[in-house]
């Protein structure tokens, strides 16, 4: 990709040099309403204007993303939040899991997942 845009930009630079060296001859640039009159190179006039293009659009550009930017940070922040609420459910599921072990005396490891949602362990054998 580097590459690349060294074989675009390069004859591009070329194409630039050659035609400010060929077109260096004065041209008078009247600033109306101000009594200013100024004599500058052709190739002057026209960089001034490319750059002046490429930062009218790029200005034009960012103010258009602004409602996009907006969506994504808002979204960003709503993702955020849930998965932080999905953390602190997901604790607060562990521990009342835990609870409900400890009260019904059942001493088996945390580590050990149900197999079936929504039924309890029942205890071992030689507890009751």
Known sequence: MKHLSWI???PIAVLLIVFSVTNKDATTIDLW?????VDVPLFAVVFAALLMGVLWGGIST??????????ARLKTR?????????RRLK???AALEADARAADGITVPATIPITEPGRRLSPPADTV
């Open 8 to 10: 675009i930009l390069f």
């Open 33 to 37: 309403p101000f009594p200013i009159m």
């Open 62 to 71: 960012w103010l258009n993303g602004a409602k996009a930017r907006r969506t």
């Open 78 to 86: 709503e993702a955020d939040l849930a998965s932080a609420e999905s």
């Open 91 to 93: 604790d607060r599921v």
